[in-house]
T-cell receptor
Framework: GESVGLHLPTLSVQEGDNSIINCAYSNSASDYFIWYKQESGKGPQFIID?????DKRQGQRVTVLLNKTVKHLSLQIAATQPGDSAVYFC???????????FGAGTTVTVRA | EAQVTQNPRYLITVTGKKLTVTCSQN?????MSWYRQDPGLGLRQIYYSMNVEVTDKGDVPEGYKVSRKEKRNFPLILESPSPNQTSLYFCASSRRSGQGSVEQFFGPGTRLTVL
Protein backbone atom coordinates (compact mmCIF):
# COMPACT_ATOMS: atom_id res chain seq x y z
CA GLY A 1 0.00 0.00 0.00
CA GLU A 2 1.00 3.61 -0.15
CA SER A 3 2.85 4.91 2.83
CA VAL A 4 5.19 7.54 4.11
CA GLY A 5 8.59 6.36 5.18
CA LEU A 6 11.91 7.68 6.37
CA HIS A 7 15.16 6.55 4.84
CA LEU A 8 17.15 5.97 7.99
CA PRO A 9 15.97 5.04 11.46
CA THR A 10 18.86 6.76 13.23
CA LEU A 11 21.12 9.73 12.64
CA SER A 12 24.08 10.79 14.75
CA VAL A 13 25.32 14.33 14.22
CA GLN A 14 28.02 16.46 15.78
CA GLU A 15 26.82 19.51 17.66
CA GLY A 16 27.04 22.54 15.43
CA ASP A 17 26.79 20.56 12.21
CA ASN A 18 23.79 20.59 9.92
CA SER A 19 21.37 17.65 9.99
CA ILE A 20 19.42 16.29 7.07
CA ILE A 21 16.53 13.91 7.66
CA ASN A 22 14.92 12.30 4.66
CA CYS A 23 11.45 11.01 3.93
CA ALA A 24 9.96 9.29 0.91
CA TYR A 25 6.30 9.16 0.06
CA SER A 26 4.52 7.18 -2.60
CA ASN A 27 1.15 8.86 -3.03
CA SER A 28 1.42 11.49 -5.74
CA ALA A 29 -2.01 12.82 -4.70
CA SER A 30 -0.69 14.00 -1.32
CA ASP A 31 -0.70 17.75 -1.18
CA TYR A 32 0.45 18.58 2.31
CA PHE A 33 3.39 17.38 4.39
CA ILE A 34 4.39 18.01 7.96
CA TRP A 35 7.47 17.37 10.07
CA TYR A 36 7.02 16.57 13.74
CA LYS A 37 9.55 16.38 16.55
CA GLN A 38 9.01 14.00 19.43
CA GLU A 39 11.14 14.36 22.52
CA SER A 40 11.46 11.58 25.02
CA GLY A 41 8.31 11.18 27.08
CA LYS A 42 6.30 13.68 25.07
CA GLY A 43 3.85 13.74 22.23
CA PRO A 44 4.87 14.84 18.72
CA GLN A 45 5.12 18.57 18.18
CA PHE A 46 4.73 20.44 14.92
CA ILE A 47 7.97 21.75 13.42
CA ILE A 48 7.21 22.89 9.90
CA ASP A 49 4.92 22.07 7.02
CA UNK A 50 4.87 22.46 3.27
CA UNK A 51 2.19 22.29 0.62
CA UNK A 52 2.72 20.53 -2.67
CA UNK A 53 2.74 23.79 -4.63
CA UNK A 54 6.00 24.72 -2.91
CA ASP A 55 9.53 23.32 -3.19
CA LYS A 56 11.04 24.85 -0.11
CA ARG A 57 9.96 26.42 3.10
CA GLN A 58 12.11 27.87 5.85
CA GLY A 59 11.55 28.29 9.53
CA GLN A 60 13.79 29.11 12.40
CA ARG A 61 16.90 26.94 11.84
CA VAL A 62 14.82 24.43 9.88
CA THR A 63 14.15 24.07 6.19
CA VAL A 64 11.88 21.59 4.47
CA LEU A 65 12.49 20.66 0.86
CA LEU A 66 9.96 18.92 -1.32
CA ASN A 67 10.82 17.13 -4.53
CA LYS A 68 7.60 16.02 -6.13
CA THR A 69 9.35 14.41 -9.07
CA VAL A 70 10.89 11.72 -6.90
CA LYS A 71 8.33 11.99 -4.09
CA HIS A 72 10.88 12.97 -1.51
CA LEU A 73 11.01 15.50 1.27
CA SER A 74 13.72 16.38 3.70
CA LEU A 75 14.14 18.33 6.89
CA GLN A 76 17.33 20.27 7.34
CA ILE A 77 18.34 21.51 10.76
CA ALA A 78 21.04 24.15 10.82
CA ALA A 79 23.68 24.24 13.55
CA THR A 80 22.27 21.23 15.37
CA GLN A 81 22.02 21.63 19.12
CA PRO A 82 21.69 19.08 21.95
CA GLY A 83 18.04 20.10 22.28
CA ASP A 84 17.46 18.83 18.76
CA SER A 85 17.95 15.25 19.93
CA ALA A 86 14.58 13.62 19.34
CA VAL A 87 12.61 11.40 16.99
CA TYR A 88 11.51 13.16 13.83
CA PHE A 89 8.46 12.10 11.86
CA CYS A 90 7.22 13.14 8.49
CA UNK A 91 3.49 12.99 7.88
CA UNK A 92 1.46 13.04 4.72
CA UNK A 93 -2.00 14.49 4.27
CA UNK A 94 -4.07 12.34 1.95
CA UNK A 95 -7.09 13.38 -0.07
CA UNK A 96 -7.23 16.82 1.50
CA UNK A 97 -8.89 15.51 4.64
CA UNK A 98 -7.82 15.50 8.27
CA UNK A 99 -6.10 12.14 8.17
CA UNK A 100 -2.33 12.15 8.47
CA UNK A 101 -0.17 9.15 7.61
CA PHE A 102 3.10 8.99 9.49
CA GLY A 103 6.46 7.51 8.68
CA ALA A 104 8.35 5.30 11.12
CA GLY A 105 10.55 8.11 12.42
CA THR A 106 14.26 8.95 12.54
CA THR A 107 16.02 9.17 15.87
CA VAL A 108 18.50 12.03 15.88
CA THR A 109 21.28 11.99 18.45
CA VAL A 110 23.48 15.04 18.84
CA ARG A 111 27.06 14.39 19.94
CA ALA A 112 28.73 17.02 22.07
CA GLU B 1 -3.45 27.21 27.64
CA ALA B 2 -4.49 25.26 24.57
CA GLN B 3 -3.85 21.60 25.21
CA VAL B 4 -4.81 17.98 24.84
CA THR B 5 -4.82 15.98 28.06
CA GLN B 6 -4.81 12.24 28.54
CA ASN B 7 -5.33 10.08 31.60
CA PRO B 8 -3.80 7.99 32.88
CA ARG B 9 -0.25 8.63 31.69
CA TYR B 10 0.88 5.16 32.69
CA LEU B 11 -1.16 2.01 33.19
CA ILE B 12 -0.28 -1.60 33.85
CA THR B 13 -3.17 -4.01 33.64
CA VAL B 14 -3.95 -7.65 33.03
CA THR B 15 -5.45 -9.41 30.05
CA GLY B 16 -9.20 -9.07 29.83
CA LYS B 17 -9.70 -6.27 32.33
CA LYS B 18 -11.66 -3.47 30.66
CA LEU B 19 -10.02 -0.07 30.68
CA THR B 20 -10.64 3.44 29.41
CA VAL B 21 -8.10 6.08 28.51
CA THR B 22 -9.59 9.54 28.59
CA CYS B 23 -8.75 12.38 26.22
CA SER B 24 -9.88 15.96 26.45
CA GLN B 25 -9.11 19.07 24.42
CA ASN B 26 -9.94 22.70 25.17
CA UNK B 27 -9.55 24.12 21.66
CA UNK B 28 -13.06 23.42 20.41
CA UNK B 29 -11.68 21.24 17.64
CA UNK B 30 -14.09 19.09 15.73
CA UNK B 31 -11.62 16.42 14.64
CA MET B 32 -10.01 14.11 17.16
CA SER B 33 -8.11 10.88 16.77
CA TRP B 34 -6.25 8.14 18.60
CA TYR B 35 -2.90 6.70 17.59
CA ARG B 36 -0.71 3.96 18.89
CA GLN B 37 3.04 4.16 18.59
CA ASP B 38 5.20 1.07 18.40
CA PRO B 39 8.94 0.79 17.73
CA GLY B 40 9.73 0.89 14.03
CA LEU B 41 6.11 1.44 13.05
CA GLY B 42 5.62 5.11 13.78
CA LEU B 43 2.16 6.39 14.61
CA ARG B 44 -0.80 4.37 13.42
CA GLN B 45 -4.31 5.71 13.62
CA ILE B 46 -6.78 3.64 15.64
CA TYR B 47 -10.00 5.65 15.43
CA TYR B 48 -10.99 9.15 14.56
CA SER B 49 -13.98 11.41 15.02
CA MET B 50 -15.08 14.19 12.72
CA ASN B 51 -17.55 15.60 15.22
CA VAL B 52 -19.89 14.71 18.07
CA GLU B 53 -21.45 11.28 17.54
CA VAL B 54 -19.40 10.77 14.38
CA THR B 55 -16.61 8.21 14.68
CA ASP B 56 -14.83 5.95 12.22
CA LYS B 57 -12.14 3.33 12.08
CA GLY B 58 -8.56 4.20 11.39
CA ASP B 59 -5.86 1.82 10.25
CA VAL B 60 -5.71 -0.45 13.31
CA PRO B 61 -9.14 -0.43 15.04
CA GLU B 62 -9.34 -4.07 16.13
CA GLY B 63 -9.76 -4.43 19.89
CA TYR B 64 -10.65 -0.79 20.49
CA LYS B 65 -13.77 1.29 20.84
CA VAL B 66 -14.31 5.02 21.09
CA SER B 67 -17.15 7.40 21.80
CA ARG B 68 -17.72 11.09 21.13
CA LYS B 69 -20.65 12.25 23.22
CA GLU B 70 -19.33 15.76 23.55
CA LYS B 71 -16.92 17.80 21.53
CA ARG B 72 -14.09 18.05 24.02
CA ASN B 73 -13.83 14.38 25.04
CA PHE B 74 -12.82 11.34 23.05
CA PRO B 75 -12.19 8.31 25.28
CA LEU B 76 -10.48 5.16 24.05
CA ILE B 77 -11.95 1.94 25.39
CA LEU B 78 -10.33 -1.47 25.50
CA GLU B 79 -13.09 -3.92 26.37
CA SER B 80 -10.77 -6.91 26.76
CA PRO B 81 -7.14 -5.85 26.58
CA SER B 82 -4.54 -8.27 25.28
CA PRO B 83 -0.74 -8.18 25.47
CA ASN B 84 -0.46 -7.08 21.82
CA GLN B 85 -2.14 -3.85 22.85
CA THR B 86 0.84 -2.94 24.97
CA SER B 87 1.88 0.32 23.38
CA LEU B 88 2.20 4.07 23.69
CA TYR B 89 -1.07 5.80 22.89
CA PHE B 90 -1.58 9.36 21.73
CA CYS B 91 -4.74 11.36 21.43
CA ALA B 92 -4.78 14.29 19.02
CA SER B 93 -7.15 17.03 18.02
CA SER B 94 -7.01 18.93 14.78
CA ARG B 95 -8.29 21.92 12.95
CA ARG B 96 -7.84 23.28 9.47
CA SER B 97 -6.12 26.60 9.16
CA GLY B 98 -7.39 29.28 6.81
CA GLN B 99 -4.92 28.09 4.21
CA GLY B 100 -6.15 24.53 4.41
CA SER B 101 -3.28 23.16 6.46
CA VAL B 102 -4.05 20.59 9.14
CA GLU B 103 -2.88 21.68 12.56
CA GLN B 104 -2.76 18.65 14.79
CA PHE B 105 -2.08 18.84 18.51
CA PHE B 106 -1.02 15.76 20.42
CA GLY B 107 -1.56 14.79 24.01
CA PRO B 108 1.37 13.72 26.22
CA GLY B 109 0.79 10.01 25.67
CA THR B 110 -0.37 7.04 27.72
CA ARG B 111 1.97 4.12 28.15
CA LEU B 112 -0.09 0.96 28.50
CA THR B 113 1.26 -2.42 29.50
CA VAL B 114 -1.03 -5.45 29.32
CA LEU B 115 0.28 -8.49 31.18
Amino acid sequence: GESVGLHLPTLSVQEGDNSIINCAYSNSASDYFIWYKQESGKGPQFIIDIRSNMDKRQGQRVTVLLNKTVKHLSLQIAATQPGDSAVYFCAENLSNDYKLSFGAGTTVTVRA
Amino acid sequence: EAQVTQNPRYLITVTGKKLTVTCSQNMNHEYMSWYRQDPGLGLRQIYYSMNVEVTDKGDVPEGYKVSRKEKRNFPLILESPSPNQTSLYFCASSRRSGQGSVEQFFGPGTRLTVL
